[in-house]
């Protein structure tokens, strides 16, 4: 079992930059697939971005450029660096892990990701 806790939430303005944490303790994290998902107001939950077991980063086109994700397999710890943000971005932020996720896009498919963290809160305002 793995559990997740995301932090780094909170109310900035449009523009500015927010970093959100996910801890990961448990299990072998370096082992997983780390991903973020949001699920803004009234949506369903998306991709985010993601980043694998060898380091390699996958991003939704909404945010390659702005966002960046990283890991910290000594502090087992996954991190999304949030820039230029936009109103858009308001959401509930939530961080995953998946154990084998090996077939092409399932890093942005939410139901494949076995591990949830309760989510953190991001408000853009304009």
């Known amino acids: 079992q793995v559990q997740l806790v995301e932090s780094g939430g909170g109310l900035v303005q449009a523009g500015g930059s927010l970093r959100l944490s996910c801890a990961a303790s448990g299990g072998t994290g370096s082992s997983y697939v780390m991903g973020w998902f949001h699920q803004p107001p009234g949506k369903e939950r998306e991709f985010v971005a993601a980043?694998?077991?060898?380091?390699?980063?996958y991003y939704a086109d909404s945010v390659k450029g702005r966002f960046t994700i990283s890991r910290d397999n000594a502090k087992n710890t996954v991190y999304l660096q949030m820039n230029s943000l936009k109103p858009e971005d308001t959401a509930v932020y939530y961080c995953?892990?998946?154990?084998?996720?090996?077939?092409?896009?399932?890093?942005?498919?939410?139901?494949?990701?076995?591990?949830w963290g309760q989510g953190t809160q991001v408000t853009v305002s304009s």
């Open positions: 980043i694998s077991r060898y380091a390699s980063t």
């Open positions: 995953a892990a998946v154990g084998y996720c090996p077939e092409s896009g399932c890093y942005a498919n939410a139901a494949r990701y076995n591990y």
